[in-house]
């Protein structure tokens, strides 16, 4: 299985803040990479899908980049309500498989 | 909008077998995309287990593939998903979710989600 490692576990933001996070892939995966917004108690939602495309209905605050095995999620300027845990997730084979996560709390 | 809803027992004794259906509303189970369950836990984070397409072909990830089943019932509108012999490492949020169009470059790629249903398994 491909494995995918998130960087940082966790981070502390302000309101305004440009966040960045990276997934790093043990393989190539090409543009195969999709992020997703988990808040508590909700089921993750897509929020870029092949490295850089925004999913219909994100806003535009959230963008992806990166290919081959280095990819990076940016929110580029943090609101309320983006205080979630963020997931990459590799689909260039099966299994898909997920990092662990990176959660972006108030600071 | 296609929406999805989980349903099944929320405790399951060990050794016995889960059994969980995904209701899918707003669009058909016989469309172009595959149709995968995903689970949650503290200990192993986000997982796929199986997919489906409406043809019957599917897929299982190979650690779950001896003791997952996955089917569909075109007439409900739904797909289900059977674990054998779990363990309470088997506790965990199980979600469907639709996947990606067979026409995609790709593998999973989950565009909407049910909203999960938390299974526990204990005596």
């Known amino acids: 299985d491909i494995q995918m490692t998130q960087s940082p576990s966790s981070l502390s933001a302000s309101v305004g803040d440009r966040v960045t996070i990276t997934c790093r892939a043990s393989q190539s995966i090409a543009s195969y990479l999709h992020w997703y917004q988990q808040k508590p108690g909700k089921a993750p939602n897509l929020l870029i899908y092949a490295a850089s495309n925004l999913q219909s209905g994100v806003t535009s605050r959230f963008s992806g980049s990166g290919y081959g095995t280095d990819f990076t999620l940016t929110i580029s300027s943090l609101q309320p309500e983006d205080f979630a845990t963020y997931y990459c997730q590799q689909s260039y084979n099966l299994p898909g498989t997920f990092g662990q996560g990176t959660k972006v709390e108030i600071k | 909008q296609v929406q999805l809803r989980e349903s099944g027992p929320g405790l399951v004794k060990p050794s016995g077998t889960l059994s969980l259906t995904c209701a899918v509303s707003g669009g058909s189970i016989t469309s172009t995309n595959w149709w995968s369950w995903v689970r949650q836990s503290p200990g192993k984070g986000l997982e796929w287990i199986a997919e489906?397409?409406?043809?019957?072909?599917?897929n299982y990830n190979p650690s779950l593939r001896s003791r997952a089943t996955i089917s569909l019932d075109k007439s409900q509108n739904q797909f289900s998903l059977n674990l054998s012999s779990v363990t309470a490492a088997d506790t965990a949020i199980y979600y469907c979710?639709?996947?990606?169009?067979?026409?995609?470059?790709?593998?999973?790629?989950?565009?909407?989600w049910g909203q999960g249903t938390l299974v526990t398994v204990s005596s």
């Open positions: 489906i397409y409406h043809t019957g072909s599917a």
């Open positions: 979710a639709k996947d990606r169009p067979a026409t995609a470059p790709f593998y999973n790629w989950f565009q909407s």
